[in-house]
């Protein structure tokens, strides 16, 4: 019986520390992670650096601990209002993890706005998005080569409102669902503002394929996502 108590109470402390090591690790890797992301803006200031890093080694640590407390098994099973189609695992996770109370969001944006411009702090949103903003707005150049310029302000408009909200995701699923929430936004206005989004899009499919068809042979079709 004694050896059992002890086995057992050994057992729990190397559980407990396993535990402790995979949060420390998480932890350093958040800390870096910040730290990189700041390192790319050259301050050259020692004091913003430092605050800079901790804001957003903070936020990163607030939004994987929120989604880590709040699983997609937290929101019922049920249906997409707006296309009548079963919530998936990832949209019950996106459900869960929106409700990331709003100071959050508002801490890391006043830390970042309270050493950086506009457009540094767009920099450290890329980071976190791995520049899906550029990447997208390319993507609609590409299927509408005449783009107006009051269409790509909007385009742009719904892309850079994607990058800040996508910063209280944890993963790149996630950031990406955000994304095509906005995307489908941008397709719809397109489509009441004169433009037919479908036709668009499938006359640049059929563009892509014909000049692979002509240089390799091969006949993919590019993803819509």
Same mark, same amino acid.
């Given at each position: 019986?004694? !050896?059992?108590?002890?086995?057992?109470?050994? &057992?729990?402390?190397?559980?407990?520390?396993?535990?402790?090591?995979?949060?420390?690790?998480?932890?350093?890797?958040?800390?870096?992670?910040?730290?990189?992301?700041?390192?790319?803006?050259?301050?050259?200031?020692?004091?913003?650096?430092?605050?800079?890093? /901790?804001?957003?080694?903070? @936020? $990163?640590?607030?939004?994987?601990?929120? @989604?880590?407390? @709040?699983?997609?098994?937290?929101?019922?099973?049920?249906?997409?209002? !707006?296309? #009548?189609?079963?919530?998936?695992?990832?949209?019950?996770?996106?459900?869960?993890?929106?409700?990331?109370?709003?100071?959050? @969001? /508002?801490?890391?944006?006043? +830390?970042?706005?309270?050493? &950086?411009?506009?457009?540094?702090?767009?920099?450290?949103?890329?980071?976190?998005?791995? #520049?899906?903003?550029?990447?997208?707005?390319? +993507?609609?150049?590409?299927? !509408?080569?005449?783009? %107006?310029?009051?269409?790509?302000?909007?385009? &742009?408009?719904? $892309?850079?409102?994607?990058?800040?909200?996508?910063?209280?995701?944890?993963?790149?699923?996630?950031?990406?669902?955000?994304?095509?929430?906005?995307?489908?936004?941008?397709?719809?206005? &397109?489509?009441?503002?004169?433009?037919?989004?479908? %036709?668009?899009?499938?006359?640049?499919?059929?563009?892509?394929?014909?000049?692979?068809?002509?240089?390799?042979?091969?006949?993919?079709?590019?993803?819509?996502?």
């Amino acid at each position: 019986m004694k !050896i059992k108590i002890i086995f057992t109470i050994a &057992l729990s402390a190397l559980l407990a520390l396993r535990l402790s090591a995979q949060t420390g690790d998480a932890v350093d890797a958040e800390q870096k992670r910040a730290a990189e992301w700041v390192a790319t803006l050259k301050l050259d200031d020692a004091a913003k650096t430092a605050r800079l890093t /901790e804001t957003i080694a903070a @936020h $990163l640590k607030a939004v994987r601990n929120w @989604h880590n407390e @709040h699983s997609a098994t937290n929101v019922p099973a049920g249906i997409n209002p !707006i296309t #009548g189609k079963k919530l998936s695992e990832l949209d019950r996770q996106v459900i869960a993890d929106s409700t990331l109370p709003k100071s959050v @969001h /508002e801490k890391l944006l006043t +830390g970042l706005r309270q050493d &950086l411009s506009e457009e540094q702090v767009a920099a450290v949103l890329d980071k976190y998005t791995v #520049g899906k903003v550029a990447f997208t707005l390319a +993507g609609y150049h590409a299927i !509408i080569p005449d783009l %107006k310029p009051e269409e790509e302000e909007f385009i &742009l408009l719904q $892309l850079q409102q994607a990058r800040e909200e996508a910063m209280d995701y944890k993963n790149m699923k996630e950031i990406s669902t955000i994304f095509k929430i906005h995307k489908t936004q941008i397709e719809q206005w &397109l489509n009441d503002h004169g433009r037919d989004w479908k %036709k668009l899009y499938k006359d640049y499919t059929a563009t892509v394929i014909a000049k692979k068809k002509s240089s390799t042979g091969t006949n993919s079709v590019p993803a819509n996502d």
